[in-house]
């Protein structure tokens, strides 16, 4: 292991960047707009009927309230909309960029949500299910000795999403997950009492199973069940460390219960590098399941072989299945090695894997210190999570389309409760995340973003917009009576056209360049001691990638931001699609291939790019000329209005 990096904590870090505020406050906004009793009407429903209450007393306690109509909440996957809205949540409260308005309201919502869900599992002591907690259980409506959960269903390998179970460890993923970040970040005690009660009866569950019916529980999917045990599990181990009561037994039981979702037999798989062995696989159900082995080497470091099951995986999705945007898949799945042009459809790129692999990006550097990992974050972040927003409405997508000529189709507030509405409540929340890292006497810029870093000895603030200059002003200032004990590391992104300039305070920089591929620039600490203003020049350019099997289909990138063309409005339809989902309907273009009239050929083209995609000045805008088209091209993340087409064939 290289480093170990830590995120720096998220109350630490304030983004100031107009946009990236903007779609903070609108994504808050929308989640204060929802109610909470329907949101949490199935998990009371579950525990009325636990509890053998009649309906008139059933009625009191879901306060009058059904569950939400549409998108998924109506169905039994009910309840996984609140995970995702609890970390979300939990994520706002620890967000210094709210407003003090907005921080209590975010902090009442989260209590109340997290007190309602403590009565429901009071409500299941003394019982068989004591500590459960669910948000769409009992399909049968009828409470006996011998009531079918989902969980039962699963168990005996019947899976149907209309009558007998759909994924109810899924959903379980998302509860468990959002009580541990109330813990965390929000730092709600209601919300670890909630998380232990609830890890006992999965643990307690779990130990009752026959390998074989272990290996039938794996077959459905499962989420990240062994991720947000591994979590619960650490988080218990350093309460244990300062004195806590939970008893080793029953850490123990918790580490167990992870390891029970530990898919052993396809992490192997993974790592033989097998050709095409993802072909056909459920990318978001596959996807939860290698940060859950990375999740165990972070429980336990002498399990090295599961970091290695996670970097196998992760290099085999990015190198073989990954668009431009940091986004995979079409309709959900991964296609064979390298077939990427060949899918490119109107249901590519589902925003929740996006979401998982950032995730997984960030979490992968913090224990290997391996660049590579924040490239993909940078990239990711910019060009497929904020492209994921519609910034007026603050809804976000399903997926993204990789074939030229169609739109995003976004959720809609109370209608849509998809998985990837639940991630998106998350994303807009914490963009502040992977900005910065720290480890022992180092501090990392990993992300030059504008955004203000405080910590107990100095403050650290961005002053930068890469869409409007190549300058990033990095302002740092020791607090009263201290010095800055940190070496400072910037990370050199991959798109620069050369090397970074640095000056501290108008003069040039003595700076060391760390690692042999010259991945960090490093100002030690002596010359920064007592702060000063650094700027730092990033040479941006024009460049563009391919794909492995469309050798003439390109995208074009100027700096960290992809472009895509402007595409109008007139096709902007949509249709069904899956369970639920919408999808655009039509194309703007019959064909995304443009033939060139200037340029001797396509290599000439590409080599003098900035002669023929011409940069207006002063706007991120490129007039694309030498060619057939009369194109328009602009910065992707912010296309929300239009068609778009970011592959053109030449």
């Keep these: 292991m290289k480093n170990t990096w830590t995120l720096v904590e998220h109350r630490a870090v304030k983004v100031t960047d107009k946009y990236y505020d903007e779609a903070l406050h609108i994504d808050v906004k929308n989640m204060l707009t929802l109610d909470a009793d329907r949101l949490l009407a199935g998990f009371r429903e579950t525990a009325a009927i636990i509890a053998g209450m009649d309906d008139e007393a059933k009625k009191k306690l879901m306060k009058g309230k059904e569950r939400y109509g549409g998108g998924w909440e109506n169905s039994l996957i009910g309840g996984h909309t609140l995970g995702h809205y609890i970390t979300a949540l939990a994520q706002a409260v620890g967000n210094p960029g709210l407003t003090e308005a907005e921080k209590k309201d975010v902090d009442a919502r989260l209590d109340y949500i997290l007190d309602a869900l403590m009565e429901c599992q009071k409500l299941t002591e003394g019982s068989q299910y004591e500590g459960y907690i669910f948000g769409s259980d009992f399909p049968t409506k009828e409470f006996s000795d011998n009531v079918l959960l989902q969980f039962d269903n699963v168990e005996k390998g019947l899976s149907d999403l209309f009558t007998q179970a759909w994924v109810p460890w899924y959903t379980m993923h998302k509860i468990l997950t959002g009580l541990n970040a109330a813990f965390i970040i929000a730092r709600k005690e209601t919300a670890l009492k909630l998380a232990n009660n609830l890890g006992h009866w999965i643990a307690k569950r779990t130990e009752g199973w026959s390998e074989e019916t272990n290996k039938t529980v794996l077959s459905i999917e499962y989420g990240g069940m062994n991720d947000c045990l591994y979590e619960l599990f650490v988080i218990n181990r350093e309460l244990k460390e300062k004195g806590s009561a939970l008893a080793i037994e029953d850490l123990k039981r918790i580490f167990d219960a992870a390891h029970r979702f530990d898919e052993t037999e396809l992490f192997e798989k993974i790592l033989s590098g097998k050709e095409n062995v993802l072909d056909n696989t459920h990318a978001n159900t596959t996807i939860p399941k290698f940060i859950g082995a990375l999740a165990r080497y972070e429980a336990d470091t002498s399990q090295a072989k599961y970091l290695e099951y996670a970097e196998s995986f992760f290099d085999m999705v990015v190198s073989k299945h990954t668009y431009v945007t940091g986004g995979n898949s079409e309709n959900e799945h991964f296609g064979k090695d390298y077939v990427l042009d060949a899918e ?47 910034h007026e409405t603050g809804f976000t997508t399903y997926f993204q389309p990789m074939a030229t000529g169609y739109h995003k189709v976004f959720n809609t507030l109370d209608g849509n409760f998809w998985c990837c509405t639940g991630t998106g409540y998350e994303n807009f929340t914490k963009l502040q995340r992977g900005i910065y890292y720290r480890a022992a006497g180092k501090m990392l810029v990993s992300i030059y973003l504008a955004s203000e870093l405080t910590t107990d000895d100095y403050k650290l603030i961005q002053e930068c917009g890469l869409t409007k200059s190549e300058q990033v002003k990095i302002i740092i200032t020791p607090n009263q009576g201290k010095n800055i004990e940190d070496d400072l590391w910037l990370r050199i992104p991959e798109w620069v056209a050369d090397m970074p300039r640095i000056t501290l305070n108008g003069k040039d920089v003595d700076a060391g360049v760390h690692q042999e591929e010259k991945d960090f620039i490093v100002i030690s600490k002596e010359i920064l001691s007592s702060g000063g203003e650094l700027v730092l020049e990033l040479p941006m350019g024009l460049h563009y990638e391919n794909l492995p099997d469309g050798k003439t289909t390109y995208a074009f990138l100027y700096g960290p931001y992809l472009l895509s063309a402007r595409l109008g409005t007139a096709k902007m339809k949509t249709k069904s699609h899956g369970v639920q989902v919408s999808v655009p309907a039509e194309r703007a273009v019959e064909s995304d291939e443009i033939k060139l009239t200037d340029a001797g050929s396509v290599d000439d083209f590409l080599s003098n790019i900035e002669r023929y995609l011409v940069k207006r000045q002063d706007e991120m805008e490129f007039d694309l000329k030498g060619t057939d088209h009369n194109l328009v091209f602009t910065t992707h993340y912010n296309q929300y209005r239009e068609c778009y087409g970011i592959y053109w064939k030449f």
């Design 344 to 390: 490119r459809t109107h249901v590519n790129n589902e925003t929740c894997n996006t979401y998982n692999m950032l995730k997984f990006a960030r979490r992968l550097f913090a224990v290997t210190g391996k660049k590579k990992y924040l490239d993909y974050s940078e990239r990711t972040l910019i060009n497929a999570i904020m492209a994921s927003q519609n």
